[in-house]
């Protein structure tokens, strides 16, 4: 792992038709940082993640990626994905191996070996073969949070992950978010609203608002 | 007895129907488990009337009906692969809108064109029972290499479809697989729509995977039991029109509604049961 930063952004321009939603943006995320990107709806935070990860065209700028010896893993909220799919919870933490199996590759015994790891880990053995829809809200997500996991990733690029959780599957997945920043050194971005949880986890945010994009200390954004 | 020798007896006297009607059901079948799954029910009713109007032109015009129907719903299924953006009405309308025109000026086509009533209704609404050998190796050649590539890319296919985002972010050309997806769907209800006519394919991509849906967990297992009760459903079908001197493809969307309304009751009678234990 260099030193060398996740993202940089020189003057990107995102517009979604003659809608700018940022504007000649400049930012740079440094390695191994757990960062939370906070700010009104709408202010383009997703927009802004979404650039970097070349799901959205971006008009004007540059952005340079380094996201290491894997591409990154996203994590959508869970309500998008359709419970209608007959998938285990097992198959879609299998789906994270793609970038190593391709089209037709079977898992062998360390790739079995890892996907169980990651499933213990997130104590979802006892859902292991459940339909992803008969899920929770809360094991839904952590089985999308697992399944980025199991890609080996060193940047993890999550998207309101807690929207629409209870209270306690809440405070159980930021303690794991937490921990995969702490324990494996992975870069965390997270689009997040509450910044209470935001000033418990991480030192700086990453500020999106009319004003532009600005990494800033928790403290400041809090008071 | 009499039902194996009624069955013995309609497949030596229909073999081409039999053979089309296999090879139809399996393939819109489990074509049609995508369909259901990514809720695009609607594109393929709209595809199936697309390629009844190229089939429209063809007759009046007298051309290939399989180049009619291709040609139509090819141009339809590029339609639906261009961003959303680019179109300046919900999709859902311009789907709408295709369907309307498609169906209209079919009928309005043959209806000038000075054909009997017969042809018109075999056109529009398909005959299982009048499938011609051109039709079957029509249906073999388009929808049997198909299902072949769409068994073969089934995993970046489902996860193009089941969470687009992330499968791109994981280097999963999902806009290939969606195209691809599209141009087979097209390419099959060209084949599929003249001797199906519009309604059975529709049912066919719609009715009996959802069916299977119903009664299995994993995507293999609802992939192989839609087959397999596409298959069922069109000789029971077949059979029962024979028997009982019955119009054939009604007699097949007929017994696939009631089949899903028969699981869909057992079903919810079960979930209920098993939620008062």
Redesign the interface.
């Known amino acids: 792992m260099n030193g060398s930063p996740v993202i940089q952004c020189r003057g990107v321009t995102v517009a979604?038709?003659r809608d700018i939603v940022l504007d000649r943006i400049d930012l740079t995320v440094p390695r191994g940082t757990l960062l939370p990107f906070v700010g009104p709806n709408g202010a383009g935070k997703t927009t802004l993640l979404?650039a970097c990860?070349?799901?959205i065209p971006h008009q004007g700028g540059e952005i340079i990626c380094d996201f290491g010896d894997h591409?990154?893993?996203?994590?959508?909220q869970q309500k998008?994905?359709?419970p209608?799919?007959?998938?285990?919870v097992r198959?879609l933490v299998c789906?994270?191996l793609?970038?190593e199996?391709g089209?037709?590759g079977r898992l062998d015994r360390g790739q079995h070996a890892r996907v169980e790891a990651v499933i213990v880990r997130f104590g979802l053995e006892p859902h292991q073969h459940k339909?992803f829809g008969e899920l929770s809200g809360g094991l839904r997500q952590k089985t999308?949070l697992a399944?980025a996991v199991v890609?080996q990733a060193e940047v993890l690029?999550l998207d309101e992950p807690t929207a629409g959780l209870d209270a306690s599957s809440e405070a159980g997945l930021l303690k794991l978010i937490r921990t995969l920043h702490e324990e494996e050194g992975k870069t965390v971005l997270w689009v997040h609203h509450r910044m209470d949880q935001c000033a418990a986890l991480a030192l700086q945010v990453c500020r999106v608002d009319k004003r532009g994009v600005r990494l800033a200390d928790v403290s400041e954004v809090a008071t | 007895m009499n039902l194996i020798q009624d069955a013995v007896s309609f497949t030596k006297l229909f073999p081409e129907a039999v053979l089309c009607g296999t090879v139809m059901a399996a393939v819109c079948s489990a074509f049609g488990v995508f369909v259901?799954?990514k809720?695009i029910v609607f594109i393929s009713i709209a595809l199936s009337e697309a390629a009844t109007f190229g089939l429209a032109l063809a007759l009046v015009f007298h051309f290939s009906p399989l180049a009619g129907s291709a040609l139509v719903t090819g141009a339809v299924v590029f339609l639906l692969t261009l961003p959303e953006?680019r179109q300046h009405l919900p999709k859902d309308v311009v789907l709408g809108t295709v369907f309307l025109l498609a169906s209209s000026a079919s009928v309005l086509l043959v209806a000038q064109s000075g054909f009997g009533l017969e042809e018109i209704k075999a056109m529009l609404y398909g005959d299982l029972i009048v499938s011609s050998p051109r039709d079957r190796w029509v249906l073999l050649l388009t929808g049997v290499p198909s299902l072949a590539v769409l068994l073969?890319?089934l995993?970046?296919v489902?996860?193009a479809?089941?969470?687009r985002?992330?499968?791109?972010?994981?280097?999963?050309r999902c806009w290939f697989w969606e195209g691809l997806f599209f141009f087979l769907l097209g390419l099959v209800v060209s084949g599929a729509s003249k001797s199906g006519g519009a309604l059975l394919v529709f049912c066919l991509l719609v009715v009996v995977p959802a069916t299977a849906?119903l009664l299995?967990?994993?995507?293999w297992?609802?992939i192989g039991i839609s087959m397999a009760l596409g298959v069922l459903t069109t000789w029971a079908g077949l059979l029962t029109a024979y028997r009982a001197d019955l119009p054939v493809n009604p007699t097949i969307i007929g017994l696939s509604c009631l089949l899903l309304m028969s699981v869909s009751l057992v079903r919810a009678m079960a979930s209920r049961f098993i939620a008062r234990r």
């Open positions: 979604y038709g979404k990860l070349g799901l591409p990154p893993a996203y994590v959508p998008q994905l359709d209608i799919y007959p998938v285990s198959d789906m994270g793609n970038p199996l089209c037709w339909h999308l399944r890609t690029v | 259901v799954l809720r953006k073969l890319f995993r970046p489902l996860y479809f089941l969470d985002e992330a499968a791109c972010v994981m280097g999963v849906l299995a967990r994993r995507l297992a609802v």
